[in-house]
């Protein structure tokens, strides 16, 4: 025997099964550090670019929200004053009302100031204490502010000084501009600061007569406040300020300003006593050589005592003229914490990488073994009768060799046993082809005979309405046309009858008696009336043959140009039965919106028949929703059938026909084209009415049939035909 000698077999089968899993793992491990660094450093970039957008949306709604309330209030103020609602005159009374408004909004200040140079205004400028300003036209102490009790009623002065409207520029300016506006930011150093944005608009009277302006403030303060309840906040910086720099608010603990000789004074950004705000606003006035520069946002990467920090600027503009600057900062360490935790998951996996390898390596020594075991196992279930067994293949050449041998012998066993399965399923298929093919047999034949059965209905229903509409014809025209010889011999009796009576005179008893007796003026008046009446009743029976012998159209088998208005008429001629008026039922009333329409080439009589088809459905749905009505309920909603005909193109005609009954679900309405599909009784429907009208207008006239169906409304059938047809025989 030839001996195999392999390079390996001098290395353990343990190490050989263990160092493959240490080593796949932890270069799977490293280079997932690697990544996750990567990664991470992307992430804090994206995560510290959406929490400055967040942060600069908050504050952009924010702004939007606080700073419309003045305005806001201001034109309920004006409105008020306008239609007469406030007197302007009566400034208690406004004072009050005021008062009232602060309690509501959060505000500092409402008031008006008049072109008498008298004014009113409610104010809490400490944020919490409610007060009334209330002023003459002129000075010396015309001024005085009153505290108020919590009704918003005055109790006593506590505050008398000089004031004059016209020197003031929150009055001289929206009265200047004739339109709502910001005035100037006041600051005044009461026991408390006060830095407010004041919203002011001029008002009217019901004429339009300049009255003076209204005004409303808001606590500038109050948006420092906002800011430093922020999330970025806690690490970064949050700051607003106008184009020349003046800053507004700012989320540090250093207020926006100073106090210089117990006076207030507002701070460039650039000057702020918080040294981040002050150097991140300067790096921004270098980078844009100002603040007016900047029209859109900006994303920036600034430096402040060595550490990069992420920078965004976003203008804030609104309507009135307010133009300022938000900016965020976020130092990059607060987004470290992410990195920090990346490096230390990747550690933790490679420790993990370690235990799992080893147990791999534990856990595949013990795999060796286990071929041998499934041989075995396979060995007793092909020897129990289970044929369909498979060994895996293995990466041992031994074992591998073995495991050919087996499947090549059970693949031999299966090929026999295969062989005489195949042949029992062929036969089976065999079976199973020639039954299907019966089936569909029977079912063309019963579709076949169904159809059959309705067109001799139909065929034979056309020519006893063609026989009976002949029998009629003969003698109803001989009748007609007597009635016309009647009454010209009628018209000459009765000229001799009043000759007669002008030359000879009443004097003969017999005579006038007889004339009495037969009442010879009534018969004379009647005799009229009844030769028209007798002509209009052979009319009628001369239409009605007419629309029998259009509707049988026995002699038109052929295609033919034909008024379908005239195959509409005669079958809802046919149907007058059913639509009438009876005793348990107010007549279906038709209700015909006919278009011009030219003639059409079709079949005439299979055409009436699908008419009639779909006419009768319409009834039959009427009947049954109308079993379940009374007479009174049919009267204040009676059944209706809709006909409108209508031309789309020169190539096509449309017919449609709707019933308010009470409609089909929809998966009636998806078979009511279907052979043998009935919602009918039995004995009173083959399910084939639909199904050949279908047939009818699709394969030998080349149209369309439709439903559309809506439950609780009703249901609509359009045909849809073209004008000519471009083949002589039908299919």
Same mark, same amino acid.
């Given at each position: 025997?030839?001996?195999?000698?392999?390079?390996?077999?001098?290395?353990?089968?343990?190490?050989?099964?263990?160092?493959?899993?240490?080593?796949?793992?932890?270069?799977?491990?490293?280079?997932?550090?690697?990544?996750?660094?990567?990664?991470?450093?992307?992430?804090?970039?994206?995560?510290?670019?959406?929490?400055?957008?967040?942060?600069? !949306?908050?504050?952009?709604?924010?702004?939007?929200?606080?700073?419309?309330?003045?305005?806001? #209030?201001?034109?309920?103020?004006?409105?008020?004053?306008?239609?007469?609602?406030?007197?302007?005159?009566?400034?208690?009374? #406004?004072?009050?009302?005021?008062?009232?408004?602060?309690?509501?909004?959060?505000?500092?200040?409402?008031?008006?100031?008049?072109?008498?140079?008298?004014?009113?205004?409610?104010?809490?400028?400490?944020?919490?204490?409610?007060?009334?300003?209330?002023?003459?036209?002129?000075?010396?102490?015309?001024?005085?502010?009153?505290?108020?009790?919590?009704?918003?009623? =005055?109790?006593?002065?506590?505050?008398?000084?000089?004031?004059?409207?016209?020197?003031?520029?929150? @009055?001289?300016?929206?009265?200047?501009?004739?339109?709502?506006?910001?005035?100037?930011?006041?600051?005044?150093? @009461?026991?408390?600061?006060?830095?407010?944005?004041?919203?002011?608009?001029?008002?009217?009277?019901?004429?339009?007569?300049?009255?003076?302006?209204?005004?409303?403030?808001?606590?500038?303060?109050?948006?420092?406040?906002?800011?430093?309840?922020?999330?970025?906040?806690?690490?970064?910086?949050?700051?607003?300020?106008?184009?020349?720099?003046?800053?507004?608010?700012?989320?540090?603990?250093?207020?926006?300003?100073?106090?210089?000789?117990?006076?207030?004074?507002?701070?460039?950004?650039?000057?702020?006593?918080?040294?981040?705000?002050?150097?991140?606003?300067?790096?921004?006035?270098?980078?844009?050589?100002?603040?007016?520069?900047?029209?859109?946002?900006?994303?920036?990467?600034?430096?402040?005592?060595?550490?990069?920090?992420?920078? !965004?600027?976003?203008?804030?503009?609104?309507?009135?003229?307010?133009?300022?600057?938000?900016?965020?900062?976020?130092?990059?360490?607060?987004?470290?914490?992410?990195?920090?935790?990346?490096?230390?998951?990747?550690?933790?996996?490679?420790?993990?990488?370690?235990?799992?390898?080893?147990?791999?390596? @534990?856990?595949?020594?013990?795999?060796?073994?286990?071929?041998?075991?499934?041989?075995?196992?396979?060995?007793?279930?092909?020897?129990?009768?289970?044929?369909?067994?498979?060994?895996?293949?293995?990466?041992?050449?031994?074992?591998?060799?073995?495991?050919?041998?087996?499947?090549?012998?059970?693949?031999?066993?299966?090929?026999?046993?295969?062989?005489?399965?195949?042949?029992?399923?062929?036969?089976?298929?065999?079976?199973?082809? $020639?039954?299907?093919?019966?089936?569909?047999?029977?079912?063309?034949?019963?579709?076949?005979?169904?159809?059959?059965?309705?067109?001799?209905?139909?065929?034979?229903?056309?020519?006893?309405?063609?026989?009976?509409?002949?029998?009629?014809? !003969?003698?109803? *025209?001989?009748?007609?046309?007597?009635?016309?010889?009647?009454?010209? @011999?009628?018209?000459?009796?009765?000229?001799?009858?009043?000759?007669?009576?002008?030359?000879?005179?009443?004097?003969?008893?017999?005579?006038?008696?007889?004339?009495?007796?037969?009442?010879?003026?009534?018969?004379?008046?009647?005799?009229?009336?009844?030769?028209?009446?007798?002509?209009?009743?052979?009319?009628?029976?001369?239409?009605?043959?007419?629309?029998? =012998?259009?509707?049988?159209?026995?002699?038109?088998?052929?295609?033919?140009?034909?008024?379908?208005?005239?195959?509409?008429?005669?079958?809802?001629?046919?149907?007058?039965?059913?639509?009438?008026?009876?005793?348990?039922?107010?007549?279906?009333?038709?209700? =015909?919106?006919?278009?011009?329409?030219?003639?059409?080439?079709?079949?005439?009589?299979?055409?009436?028949?699908?008419?009639?088809?779909?006419?009768?459905?319409?009834?039959?749905?009427?009947?049954?929703?109308?079993?379940? $009505?009374?007479?009174?309920?049919?009267?204040? !909603?009676?059944?209706?059938?809709?006909?409108?005909?209508?031309?789309?193109?020169?190539?096509?005609?449309?017919?449609?026909?709707?019933?308010?009954?009470?409609?089909?679900?929809?998966?009636?309405?998806? $078979?009511?084209? *279907?052979?043998?599909?009935?919602?009918?009784?039995?004995?009173?429907?083959?399910?084939?009415?639909?199904?050949?009208?279908?047939?009818?207008?699709?394969?030998?006239?080349?149209?369309?049939?439709?439903?559309?169906?809506?439950?609780?409304?009703?249901?609509?059938?359009?045909?849809?035909?073209?004008?000519?047809?471009?083949?002589?025989?039908?299919?």
């Amino acid at each position: 025997m030839k001996k195999h000698h392999f390079g390996i077999s001098k290395i353990p089968l343990q190490m050989v099964l263990i160092i493959p899993f240490v080593l796949q793992i932890f270069g799977a491990v490293g280079l997932v550090g690697y990544l996750s660094f990567k990664n991470g450093q992307k992430a804090v970039n994206d995560l510290a670019d959406q929490l400055m957008d967040r942060t600069s !949306n908050i504050v952009d709604q924010h702004l939007n929200s606080y700073l419309s309330i003045p305005h806001k #209030v201001n034109q309920i103020n004006a409105d008020a004053i306008h239609m007469g609602l406030l007197d302007v005159r009566d400034r208690k009374t #406004v004072g009050k009302y005021f008062s009232k408004q602060m309690q509501a909004y959060d505000l500092t200040y409402i008031g008006i100031g008049l072109t008498t140079g008298e004014g009113v205004g409610a104010a809490r400028y400490d944020g919490k204490t409610l007060t009334i300003d209330d002023w003459g036209s002129k000075p010396p102490k015309n001024w005085l502010t009153y505290a108020t009790d919590k009704q918003g009623n =005055r109790t006593s002065v506590i505050v008398t000084l000089d004031w004059n409207n016209f020197n003031e520029p929150w @009055y001289t300016e929206p009265v200047k501009a004739g339109r709502p506006i910001w005035s100037r930011i006041v600051t005044i150093n @009461y026991q408390y600061p006060y830095i407010a944005a004041s919203a002011s608009r001029p008002i009217y009277d019901a004429q339009n007569h300049l009255l003076g302006m209204v005004a409303a403030d808001i606590h500038l303060l109050k948006l420092s406040e906002f800011l430093r309840h922020l999330d970025v906040s806690h690490s970064g910086q949050v700051f607003i300020l106008e184009r020349n720099g003046m800053l507004i608010a700012n989320s540090s603990t250093q207020q926006p300003f100073i106090l210089v000789k117990e006076n207030i004074q507002r701070i460039k950004a650039t000057d702020s006593p918080d040294p981040s705000v002050q150097s991140i606003a300067k790096q921004i006035q270098q980078t844009f050589n100002g603040f007016e520069s900047i029209t859109e946002s900006k994303k920036l990467r600034l430096n402040w005592q060595g550490e990069p920090n992420f920078v !965004n600027v976003t203008p804030w503009r609104d309507q009135y003229g307010l133009d300022w600057l938000v900016v965020v900062s976020v130092p990059e360490h607060a987004f470290m914490g992410q990195i920090n935790a990346n490096t230390r998951t990747t550690i933790l996996l490679c420790l993990g990488a370690l235990a799992v390898a080893t147990l791999m390596g @534990y856990l595949t020594s013990d795999w060796i073994t286990q071929p041998i075991l499934e041989m075995n196992r396979a060995s007793q279930a092909m020897a129990s009768g289970n044929l369909d067994q498979t060994l895996d293949i293995k990466n041992i050449q031994e074992l591998n060799v073995l495991a050919h041998s087996f499947n090549y012998m059970a693949e031999q066993l299966r090929e026999s046993f295969t062989a005489l399965e195949n042949s029992k399923a062929e036969l089976e298929d065999r079976v199973e082809e $020639r039954t299907a093919e019966l089936k569909t047999a029977l079912s063309e034949l019963q579709h076949t005979q169904a159809q059959m059965v309705q067109s001799e209905k139909m065929s034979s229903l056309g020519q006893l309405v063609a026989g009976v509409a002949h029998e009629i014809n !003969n003698p109803v *025209n001989f009748i007609h046309g007597n009635i016309t010889h009647l009454n010209d @011999y009628t018209q000459d009796l009765l000229r001799m009858i009043q000759l007669y009576q002008q030359r000879h005179p009443r004097n003969d008893p017999e005579v006038q008696a007889l004339a009495e007796e037969i009442d010879l003026e009534f018969l004379i008046e009647d005799l009229q009336k009844v030769l028209a009446s007798m002509k209009m009743g052979t009319d009628r029976i001369r239409n009605i043959v007419l629309s029998l =012998r259009n509707f049988s159209r026995i002699d038109e088998a052929e295609f033919k140009a034909v008024d379908l208005h005239e195959g509409i008429e005669s079958t809802l001629l046919i149907l007058q039965h059913r639509l009438k008026d009876k005793p348990e039922c107010p007549a279906i009333v038709v209700i =015909r919106d006919y278009g011009k329409l030219p003639e059409v080439e079709c079949y005439p009589g299979e055409l009436n028949q699908v008419l009639m088809n779909v006419l009768v459905n319409a009834i039959d749905a009427l009947d049954e929703v109308n079993a379940n $009505r009374s007479y009174q309920e049919i009267v204040a !909603n009676p059944s209706q059938i809709s006909i409108r005909t209508s031309i789309s193109n020169l190539q096509l005609v449309e017919i449609a026909i709707a019933d308010n009954a009470g409609g089909m679900p929809e998966q009636v309405k998806n $078979r009511i084209f *279907n052979p043998f599909f009935t919602t009918k009784a039995v004995g009173k429907g083959t399910g084939m009415g639909m199904a050949i009208s279908y047939q009818i207008i699709t394969e030998k006239h080349r149209g369309k049939l439709e439903c559309f169906s809506t439950v609780g409304e009703g249901s609509e059938f359009i045909i849809q035909l073209p004008t000519q047809q471009h083949f002589s025989t039908a299919v």
